[in-house]
């Protein structure tokens, strides 16, 4: 029997492309990948085509979600990484040769920001007593009153809260087959995140239901942005939503230096940026909200003692008062909220 025999055509197909790769360099033919490594937004990467004989017609370069346009320069293809996601992309080249065969080659490349984080002080002012019972997913402020969101199957309500002692004003409890999330007023309408129950459900300011709109992942955090909300999912995504459309709409996709930013939780705008609780971190990242870039971290740690509340969960909820430029910052399940000013730190 012959050993062909043996060959399957996906192994017959490496063999013969290998061989002619190999042809083409001693040729004087050849495509040279970038070395592997992390690159950031800044970033030029260069492929290398050497072609003495002009045998090539033509080169493709693309991912699973975009065709990239490069700039070729006599051996050198320069591709800008400012197109690419944050974390790995596997990156395709198809090299087109004029007698109609195609050369195709791929590599990985790992994308972080180029924006190293400033830091930001949290300076406490005071504190309001909070429901040791809530288990808070989501914070707003609005004319002069703090709304809160908190979870759990069978246990989730909305509240009004006075922002000087503490009370509760006003209370629903919502639907108990619903896990509620994060939430966010725009023109006196409140709209409110669901979990995993694929639900965005629009109230008016006293908590009477008006609609429900279909949302495709899961909800996690949200906050307003002019006549729109920014939504995130648990993931490095947070997406646009028109209410006046009911759709969503855009993604922004987050890095740091570092890579992909997860887990990102409750949101609040706060002086044309986003911030971000990131789940189980008492941190709070502030988002560039055109390129998805962390310009800044905010070291919450100190807000909370953990070995005097041991029962205090993670932290969730960020509110903001533009007149004032007072935050509010809770947890889940903590007994207080904090009235902060910002610093921003060296």
């Given at each position: 029997m012959r050993i062909t025999g043996f060959i399957n055509d996906n192994i017959k197909s490496i063999i013969v492309s290998a061989v002619i790769i190999s042809l083409f360099s001693s040729c004087g033919f050849y495509v040279r990948l970038p070395g592997y490594e992390k690159y950031s937004y800044s970033d030029t990467l260069v492929i290398?085509?050497?072609?003495?004989?002009?045998?090539?017609?033509?080169?493709?370069?693309?991912t699973s979600y975009k065709l990239f346009p490069g700039e070729y320069d006599n051996e050198n293809l320069f591709i800008a990484c400012s197109g690419f996601y944050p974390g790995y992309n596997r990156v395709y080249v198809d090299v087109y040769l004029k007698?109609?065969?195609?050369?195709?080659?791929?590599?990985?490349?790992?994308?972080?920001?180029?924006?190293?984080?400033?830091?930001?002080?949290?300076k406490e002012k005071r504190i309001i007593i909070h429901d040791t019972s809530s288990f808070t997913q989501g914070l707003v402020w609005h004319n002069g009153l703090l709304y809160e969101s908190t979870g759990l199957k069978g246990h989730s309500e909305l509240k009004i809260i006075d922002p000087?002692?503490?009370?509760?004003?006003?209370?629903?409890?919502?639907?108990v087959n619903l896990f509620n999330e994060g939430i966010s007023i725009i023109k006196?309408?409140?709209?409110?995140?669901?979990?995993?129950?694929?639900?965005?459900?629009?109230?008016?300011?006293l908590f009477n239901e008006?609609?429900?709109?279909?949302?495709?992942?899961?909800?996690?955090?949200?906050?307003?942005?002019?006549?729109?909300?920014?939504?995130?999912?648990?993931?490095?995504?947070?997406?646009?939503?028109?209410?006046?459309?009911?759709?969503?709409?855009?993604?922004?996709r987050v890095a740091d230096q570092y890579g992909p930013v997860m887990y990102i939780n409750e949101l609040e705008w706060i002086e044309n940026a986003i911030w971000a609780n990131i789940y189980d971190k008492d941190l709070i990242y502030v988002i560039n909200p055109v390129n998805g870039k962390v310009e800044a971290v905010v070291n919450a740690k100190e807000l909370i003692d953990r070995n005097k509340y041991p029962f205090a969960g993670v932290m969730n909820g960020i509110a903001y008062d533009k007149k004032t430029k007072n935050v509010y910052l809770t947890g889940k399940n903590w007994p207080f909220i904090k009235v902060c000013t910002i610093d921003f730190g060296d």
């Open positions: 290398r085509i050497k072609d003495s004989k002009e045998r090539m017609d033509s080169v493709g370069v693309f007698n109609g065969r195609v050369i195709k080659k791929d590599f990985d490349v790992f994308i972080v920001s180029d924006v190293v984080p400033d830091s930001i002080i949290l000087w002692d503490g009370k509760v004003l006003r209370r629903k409890k919502t639907d006196d309408t409140l709209y409110q995140l669901t979990w995993k129950d694929s639900l965005l459900i629009v109230y008016d300011t008006q609609y429900r709109v279909f949302n495709p992942v899961e909800g996690w955090g949200m906050c307003s942005a002019g006549d729109s909300l920014c939504v995130s999912n648990g993931t490095d995504f947070i997406m646009g939503f028109n209410p006046l459309m009911k759709t969503f709409t855009d993604t922004l």
